[in-house]
């Protein structure tokens, strides 16, 4: 494994020095024929992200969005305190397993990188912070969602994705203003995350003065759920909400069916996937569910066009927000004049940006303020996206992604349960 | 009422499932008075195995109830592989050790049987192929659908099945035989380990049935799956008597059903806010239709273990047990 490390952080420096080699400072006879230039600094800018094993295409998706912003940025030739500054991504490999999480953010410390964009999961992102945080140097994350990350009282932790506590607020809100439910049932199951998702749900609506049943419970491995609906089904709500994954919730909503139960079923990310279509079939169809963030498709359409003609594919699911992750570090260093973290620091604290994703400002925790969360329905076995929640306003989503086109944007969300399952580890 | 006929009709659809689980129990445990633990991974493996198979059939285009018979097919020799070995290589040897030395082996081999299938199956849920067309059926204001029928009715030929094979056939007499005296019944010819051998491996087999049933009901199947469903199957065997066959087949049906009506009615029974004078007490939170519920449907797996615990207090032979004495 430490041999495909290497070989990796070597092909990323391969890459770099291809990308923007005419000015790479450590082979100066080649390309300083111009009178004396001011002397240059090199920034090295880690990211981390799984670049083997299940998720390794989102990983490497990750890695993209924060290479094309770095590129763009040394093809814009930015000054540093006066110095040319020309920025190195250093690419690490944490096989989405938390003990090699803490292990690569300890190398990107003793590498002396100025920042971090990762990592991809929030079970390893959790477990690393730490080792940032005594070091001093700023992390954006562009996709762990877990809450956790931005509780732990860390000033250079940042995030650009929405929390996972911001979907339940948006998943009720969507539901009171377009179905309009009297009687919602709420369902969980028992995880940490499915409870807190349920809680945030429940507290949403009543605070929309609907009402809601006693609460329902399983495990996270019921798949038994006839008892259950069937009480709910004399109870006769208009709307079900269930805090849980897919393999749990897949059945839910297929024995539920079954039962005639005629309610919207509503559900968190662990369940917005397209395996919910594999788990309950036709059942599945016009369920409602939320994902933190937005679909790529959603970005802007400078940054999807930059994308796909640097690595001629297409955005995955978080490379915008790796790119504007990225962007924002170097933007920091731009403001303060500085890559030492602990002038830029501030300056990111503070940041007002707007970049690929929309705009960017941080509140006190790192969070990001207002984060999208994107509502999503099952039509023909794909989750498609049907709007967007913004600061407590919902946008339909032909109006929210300027040149979306909502049939290509179906597709890559298929990646997302995968995405999910090492996360789940830290959520549960 | 319709609620509660909804649930009873739940209740009995799990509780064939677990009455053909149960089976598995009671009939080892009445031939050497062992409890196989594993008895809930060979239920697992046969929904693994019948699963893989239709998956890979879903798409050939054949009638789906030929491919659900394939896999079926395929899951029934596996299982009973599965079965045998179990018993040549793990209890067999332990015959004449300890009660307690099988009984640590089968948690053992529980464990082991779990490990293995997360390693074939990974930890992913297997989605059961959408083939089967959901047909549903209005009885007495209840929904029942044609995979709860054929069930119910799988259930029943099976216990019939089973019936006429212990006490009809020659087998059957073998068996009761070693179940009464292992060592006269040798003495009397009879191949004791042979007996036992098909006991296990007949158990396996309805064990592979129990799992397709239950994953085509449920339309999941998980490397987990098996630990619970075998705990209360075990408890169903138990309930009835265990070592007793109609007794594991009385108990798993009622489990099922108590097991439904608990879980549809707990909740509201405990929901304190029901009764006047203690909602006045609590206040705020009844206030407004709202709740404060002590137990909720979360209690749905405890009544099995519930009720297996009332019945080893208040008769320990089980309902339709006898013989106690050394056993129990």
Known sequence: MNQSKLALTLLAAVVGLIGCGKEEPKKPPVVQEAPPPPPAIEIKIGHVGPLTGGIAHLGKDNENGARLAIEEANAAKIKIDGKDAKLVLVAE?????????????????????????????????????????AAGIPVISGSATNPKLTEQGFKQQFRVVARDDQQGPAIASYLAANNKPKLVAVIDDATAYGEGLANEVEKALKAASIKVLAREKGTDKTTDWKAILTKLKGRKP?????????????????????????????????????????????????????????????????????????????????????????NLLIEGMKKANSADPAKYLPELAKIDYTGATGRIAFDEKGDRKDAEITIFTMKGGKIEPLAVIKGGKTIPYAEFGKAAAPAAAAEPVKDAPKADAPKDAAKK | MDIFVQQLVNGLTLGAVYAI????????????????????????????????????LAAAGLPPLVVVLIGVGCAIPVCMLVGYSMERLAYRPLRYAPRLAPLITAIGVSIILQHLAMLVWTRNVIAFPQIIRVETYTLAGAVV??????????????MAGLAFLVYRTRLGTAMRATAQNRQVAGLM???????????????????????????????????????????????????????????????????????????????????????????????????GGGHFVLFGSNYQDVFAFVVLILVLVLRPSGLLGERVGDRA
């Open chain 1, 93 to 133: 490999d944490d096989q989405a397993d938390p003990k090699v999480g803490t292990t690569v953010a300890q190398k990107l410390v003793d590498a002396k990188v100025a920042g971090v964009v990762g990592h991809l999961n929030s079970g390893t992102s959790i477990p690393a912070s730490s080792i940032y945080n």
């Open chain 1, 238 to 326: 208009d709307a079900i909400f269930y805090g849980g994954m897919d393999a749990t919730g897949g059945p839910l909503v297929k024995q539920g069916r079954e039962l005639g139960i005629k309610a919207v079923f509503s559900f968190g990310d662990g369940a917005c996937t397209d395996e919910m279509t594999k788990l309950a079939g036709a059942a599945a169809e016009g369920m409602l569910c939320s994902q933190a963030g937005i679909p790529p498709q959603a970005a802007d359409a400078k940054f999807r066009d930059a994308y796909k003609k640097k690595f001629n594919v297409d955005p995955i699911l978080y490379a915008p927000f790796t790119y504007d992750a990225a």
């Open chain 2, 145 to 158: 659908t044609n995979v709860q029928v054929a069930i119910v009715a799988l259930c029943v030929a099976i």
């Open chain 2, 21 to 56: 689980v149960a089976l598995g129990y009671t009939m080892v445990y009445g031939i050497i008075q062992l409890i196989n633990f594993a008895h809930g991974e060979v239920v697992m493996i046969g929904a693994m195995v019948a699963f893989t198979v239709i998956n890979a």
């Open chain 2, 189 to 287: 010819g009879v191949d004791v380990n042979r007996v036992i051998a098909a006991t296990f491996v007949i158990g396996a087999a309805l064990a592979a049935v129990a799992g397709v049933m239950v994953g085509t009901y449920y339309g999941v199947a998980q490397y987990t799956m098996g630990s619970v469903l075998g705990l209360k199957a075990f408890a169903a065997a138990v309930l009835g008597g265990i070592g007793n066959v109609p007794g594991a087949m009385l108990g798993g049906v009622l489990l099922g059903v108590v097991e439904a009506l608990g879980a549809g009615y707990i909740g509201d029974l405990t929901d304190l806010c029901r009764y006047g004078v203690l909602a006045g007490a609590l206040g705020e939170r009844c206030a």
